[in-house]
Structures are given as structure tokens and as C-alpha cells.
């Protein structure tokens, strides 16, 4: 059985930093790309963050570039999303999800986790 | 890049049919078979149902299809039941970062 297991998520000030992990089990991880989608409180959902299964490729939407980094470590099942100068409107669930191929695929995914929650206040 | 619309809301009673629209703001959708379509409930992992306009993953009900029509794709779900209450975001993927979800529509089973 697919499982994508978020963590890290958390309360914290504007201009901070997070890292949010993703635990992956029940398929063979170092052969799919994987996401980081997000659901601000009453909105739709963002396509935030992409990377291929050999880290060769990634894809981040201007509203985070230079300010987020997605990185994987295929020996641990486990994808990362380094968040940097946080902002109120990143509060949101941030869900991992799992693309049906190595390579990226847009917003295509097989499998999501259940979220973690970033809220950025002051 | 093309947005999608979907209606906010939508309704209906069980045993009832109902169906959500998707329509992309250019012409786009018409030429690429790239839609897919998810469900999420509060508290739980959203769930693809459609993918590629019309093919359900394995384990999704019949109940689940999709379908186009020029620029406007759909999901229907027949025989409603209450646990098809939930949100539903469409998305489109034409190309491998060139992709956006709708601004997603809430199902109220009467």
C-alpha cells in the first residue's frame, strides 16, 4: 500500500524558515517524481514544487521561486521542501504527492498524504 | 498560461446525477488529453478519480467519469451517495510544468 507520510509542519513568524518532510513507503520511491501542493484556508489548490526520481529536474511556480527548495534523498524514501522568508499567504495544508513516472508530469499524481499544516503569523 | 473554471458549488440528492464543468480559458483543452480530476475530503489525502480525461485509476467506482466537450471537460458521478460529499478540483497537465489546477467546486449531497 502507497504511503506518503507529511511532517514538519508548524506555527512560526513571518521571515522564518521550515523544512517539511515527506516519508514514502509501499512502491519504489527512487523511480517516481514527487510534489508539494498546498491549500490555503478556503482556496484552491497550488502546485508549489516538483523533482524528478533522479533529482535531475525540478519545477518551482514564481510564487515561491528563490524562496523554496525541494530536495530528495532516495536512500531514506524521502522527499523535502526547505521553506525560506516565509510569508502569511504560505500559510496553508501542505500535501506530498507521488507522479506516476520518473519524470515530472505537471500536476498528474497517483497518490497524496493527508497534509501538514504551516501556518505563518505574527 | 490558461486558467480553469469550475462552478462553486453544486448539489444534488442521492440515487441523483450530477456533473461538474472544467473549462479551460483558451482553446488549449480541446487539443491535449490531459485532464484529471481529484477528490478531497476534509481531514483525509486527496484522491485521483480521473486522469487523461476519461480513464479511472484502478479501485475508483464506475459511478466516476469524465468526459470533454471543445474546451470544457466534466466529471460526472452517478447513483450519489453521501460519501461523494466532498470537494473536487480538476487540473490540467499538457505539458511537464505547464499545468494548473480549477479553483475546485464543493459537492452537497441533499
Known amino acids: 500500500e502507497v504511503q506518503l507520510l507529511e511532517s514538519g509542519g508548524g506555527l512560526l513568524q513571518p521571515g522564518g524558515s521550515l523544512r517539511l518532510s515527506c516519508a514514502a513507503s509501499?512502491?519504489?520511491?527512487?523511480?517516481?517524481?514527487m510534489s508539494w501542493v498546498r491549500q490555503a484556508p478556503g482556496m484552491g489548490l497550488e502546485w508549489v514544487s516538483a523533482i524528478s526520481s533522479n533529482s535531475g529536474s525540478t519545477y518551482y511556480p514564481d510564487s515561491v521561486k528563490g524562496r523554496f527548495t525541494i530536495s530528495r534523498d532516495n536512500s531514506k524514501n524521502t522527499v523535502y521542501l526547505q521553506m525560506n522568508s516565509l510569508r502569511v499567504e504560505d500559510t496553508a495544508m501542505y500535501y506530498c504527492?507521488?507522479?506516476?513516472?520518473?519524470?515530472?508530469?505537471?500536476?498528474?499524481?497517483?497518490?497524496w498524504g493527508q497534509g501538514t499544516l504551516v501556518t505563518v503569523s505574527s | 498560461q490558461s486558467a480553469l473554471t469550475q462552478p462553486a458549488s453544486v448539489s444534488g440528492s442521492p440515487g441523483q446525477s450530477i456533473t461538474i464543468s472544467c473549462t479551460e480559458s483558451s482553446s488549449d483543452i480541446g487539443g491535449h488529453d490531459y485532464i484529471s480530476w481529484y477528490q478531497l475530503h476534509p481531514g483525509k489525502a486527496p484522491k485521483l478519480i480521473i486522469y487523461d480525461v476519461i480513464n479511472r485509476p484502478s479501485g475508483i467506482s464506475s459511478r466516476f467519469s469524465g468526459s470533454r466537450s471543445g474546451n470544457t471537460a466534466s466529471l460526472t458521478i452517478s447513483g450519489l451517495q453521501a460519501e461523494d460529499e466532498a470537494e473536487y478540483y480538476c487540473s490540467s497537465y499538457p505539458t511537464s510544468t505547464i499545468s494548473v489546477f480549477g479553483g475546485g467546486t464543493k459537492l452537497t449531497v441533499l
Open positions: 504527492a507521488k507522479a506516476p513516472q520518473r519524470e515530472l508530469r505537471g500536476t498528474l499524481f497517483d497518490y
Open positions: 509501499g512502491f519504489t520511491f527512487s523511480n517516481f517524481a
